[in-house]
Antibody
């Protein structure tokens, strides 16, 4: 079964760091474009970052310089390192396959909640 | 504030046809494909419509998408109780150089 499973969310103080993981099964992350998309409470979805199959990375302006996307091909896992966290980063974070491009996300994980609060 | 504009809520009775709108601009909907996602809170979002009006395998033909100019619509006919969910539109934005979403529409089946 093709599946994406996120983990690593939790409660963190403002200014803190957290690393999210997205483990894939039945699916090779290094052959695809993998994105992180988040949804703040009561808000719409917001694209956060993508790592392309060739390794290039891109970020939304709201997280540029604070978040880093990476992958471990041996573990078939994508990561999102989040530093200098702010209250407005509070959201459910989803990883998704965005290989088709242009706003198409063919497969999603179930999400992991990140709460930034003192 | 989301780049694409959707009504926050919509409703209908079983068997009815409902439409959900998604409004954008020339830099996003006006020049790119539109995608629609169904999302039940606490679960993984699901691709419902791709490239404006195409359905992935397994999506019933009760769901249809359309696009005109800088707006798009999702129509659901023969409404069923299990259609109660959040619906999100998405596309690419040439100015922002990234995917953008609408704020989501919560559909209630009365």
């Amino acid at each position: 079964e093709v599946q994406l499973v996120e983990s690593g969310g939790g409660l963190i103080q403002p200014g803190g760091s957290l690393r999210l993981s997205c483990a894939a099964s039945g699916f090779i992350v290094s052959s695809n474009y993998m994105s992180w998309v988040r949804q703040a409470p009561g808000k719409g979805l917001e694209w956060v970052s993508v790592i392309q199959s060739g390794g290039k990375t891109f970020y939304a302006d709201s997280v540029k310089g604070r978040f880093t996307i990476s992958r471990d091909n041996s573990k078939n896992t994508v990561y999102l390192q989040m530093n200098s966290l702010r209250a407005e980063d509070t959201a459910v974070y989803y990883c998704a396959d965005s290989t088709a491009g242009g706003g198409a996300f063919n497969m999603w994980g179930q999400g992991t909640m990140v709460t930034v609060s003192s | 504030q989301s780049v694409l504009t959707q009504p926050p809520s919509a409703s209908g009775t079983p068997g009815q046809r409902v439409t959900i709108s998604c409004s954008g601009s020339s830099s996003n909907i006006g020049s790119n494909y539109v995608y629609w996602y169904l999302h039940l809170p606490g679960t993984a979002p699901k691709l419902l419509i791709y490239r404006n009006n195409q359905r992935p395998s397994g999506v019933p033909d009760r769901f249809s998408g359309s696009k005109s100019g800088t707006s798009a619509s999702l129509a659901i006919s023969g409404l069923r109780s299990e259609d109660e969910a959040d619906y999100h539109c998405a596309t690419w934005d040439d100015s922002l150089r990234g995917p953008v979403f609408g704020g989501g529409t919560r559909l209630t089946v009365l």
